[in-house]
């Protein structure tokens, strides 16, 4: 049977195209270290990777959060911590101011200390964040956790200006953590503190006075309630951030896992790779030798 050159020379240049590509495809396998080119590859192999590619992205978006929020929780800790201070100054103040034998200037003298932890409990429950939103006003953050409103009689010139819902942030899989602290109280206690203050300051003021001894009575019990409820907030934020950092590990190793996999999967074998690629090699010059030899016969050779 006669093959026609035309089609002699168009198989043969097929085929060694063919070699080429799977000589070109190895050496780029070898040069990138990675075992799946292209989805075609293989596809079973190549959607293993994609999942796990996907679940490792999702991680590491966890461990963002997990971060920021454990940022954010530590400054609400050391902000809570610190008004948690100037309430104890305030009691021992209140405690001290409660003794008989004190004198109209002492008593004065007390006033004007528990005024500046007024303000300082004032001030730290407004904090507000680099990004210039508050705090402690729940998700309010464009407003003030506590208002101030100076025209008002003392008892009554502190309100909360926040709200009390909850912010969550995703941490996990199905797993959020609340982002947000409130301090809806607080202005309850400014408000008992400011008006001992108003009355420690009314010129001849004695603790004899029943009124003044009820005011301050009911400032220290208001104060010993207020201690409690951010004494728990403070252990609240402290287990949330044990959470974090035992979920922030697990994600870790989680992730570890998934490059090992992914590794295992994508990484090129060496030693297959260079015994393919000898494979083709030769094959591609056997081909060359074998068309160069075929194409110089002619027909006068067989006279």
């Given at each position: 049977?006669?093959?026609?050159?035309?089609?002699?020379?168009?198989?043969?240049?097929?085929?060694?195209?063919?070699?080429?590509?799977?000589?070109?495809?190895?050496?780029?396998q070898m040069?990138?270290?990675?075992?799946?080119?292209?989805?075609?590859?293989?596809?079973?192999?190549?959607?293993?990777?994609?999942?796990?590619?996907?679940?490792?992205?999702?991680?590491?978006?966890?461990?963002?959060?997990?971060?920021?929020?454990?940022?954010?929780?530590?400054?609400?800790?050391?902000?809570?911590?610190?008004?948690?201070?100037?309430?104890?100054?305030?009691?021992?103040?209140?405690?001290?101011?409660?003794?008989?034998?004190?004198?109209?200037?002492?008593?004065?003298?007390?006033?004007?200390?528990?005024?500046?932890?007024?303000?300082?409990?004032?001030?730290?429950?407004?904090?507000?964040?680099?990004?210039?939103?508050?705090?402690?006003?729940?998700?309010?953050?464009?407003?003030?956790?506590?208002?101030?409103?100076?025209?008002?009689?003392?008892?009554?010139?502190?309100?909360?200006?926040?709200?009390?819902?909850?912010?969550?942030?995703?941490?996990?899989?199905?797993?959020?953590?609340?982002?947000?602290?409130?301090?809806?109280?607080?202005?309850?206690?400014?408000?008992?503190?400011?008006?001992?203050?108003?009355?420690?300051?009314?010129?001849?003021?004695?603790?004899?006075?029943?009124?003044?001894?009820?005011?301050?009575?009911?400032?220290?019990?208001?104060?010993?309630?207020?201690?409690?409820?951010?004494?728990?907030?403070?252990?609240?934020?402290?287990?949330?951030?044990?959470?974090?950092?035992?979920?922030?590990?697990?994600h870790e190793?989680?992730?570890?896992?998934?490059?090992?996999?992914?590794?295992?999967?994508?990484?090129?074998?060496y030693g297959?790779?260079?015994?393919?690629?000898?494979?083709?090699?030769?094959?591609?010059?056997?081909?060359?030798?074998?068309?160069?030899?075929?194409?110089?016969?002619?027909?006068?050779?067989?006279?």
């Open positions: 049977m006669r093959i026609a050159s035309s089609h002699y020379h168009n198989t043969m240049n097929t085929a060694l195209q063919t070699a080429s590509a799977r000589v070109g495809e190895v050496l780029q040069a990138s270290g990675q075992r799946l080119m292209v989805p075609s590859d293989d596809p079973v192999r190549q959607v293993r990777v994609s999942r796990l590619q996907r679940e490792d992205a999702a991680i590491g978006q966890y461990r963002d959060n997990i971060g920021a929020l454990q940022s954010r929780l530590s400054q609400n800790e050391a902000l809570l911590g610190s008004m948690t201070q100037d309430m104890l100054q305030a009691r021992d103040l209140l405690v001290w101011a409660s003794n008989g034998g004190n004198t109209a200037e002492d008593v004065a003298a007390m006033a004007d200390a528990m005024s500046a932890l007024r303000d300082s409990l004032y001030y730290s429950a407004n904090s507000r964040d680099q990004e210039g939103r508050y705090m402690f006003s729940g998700t309010a953050t464009a407003t003030p956790a506590v208002a101030l409103d100076t025209g008002a009689a003392a008892g009554a010139r502190y309100s909360f200006g926040g709200n009390t819902v909850t912010q969550k942030v995703m941490v996990g899989n199905g797993i959020t953590q609340p982002a947000n602290v409130n301090v809806s109280d607080l202005h309850e206690l400014l408000n008992l503190l400011d008006l001992t203050v108003e009355t420690l300051r009314t010129p001849g003021a004695s603790v004899a006075d029943p009124v003044t001894r009820d005011t301050l009575r009911n400032t220290l019990d208001g104060l010993d309630v207020t201690l409690g409820t951010v004494g728990d907030r403070i252990a609240s934020l402290g287990g949330a951030q044990n959470i974090l950092e035992t979920l922030d590990g697990n190793n989680v992730s570890l896992a998934n490059q090992q996999a992914l590794i295992d999967l994508g990484q090129l074998d297959d790779a260079a015994v393919r690629l000898n494979g083709y090699t030769t094959a591609l010059q056997a081909t060359q030798k074998a068309y160069g030899q075929v194409s110089r016969l002619s027909l006068f050779d067989a006279l």
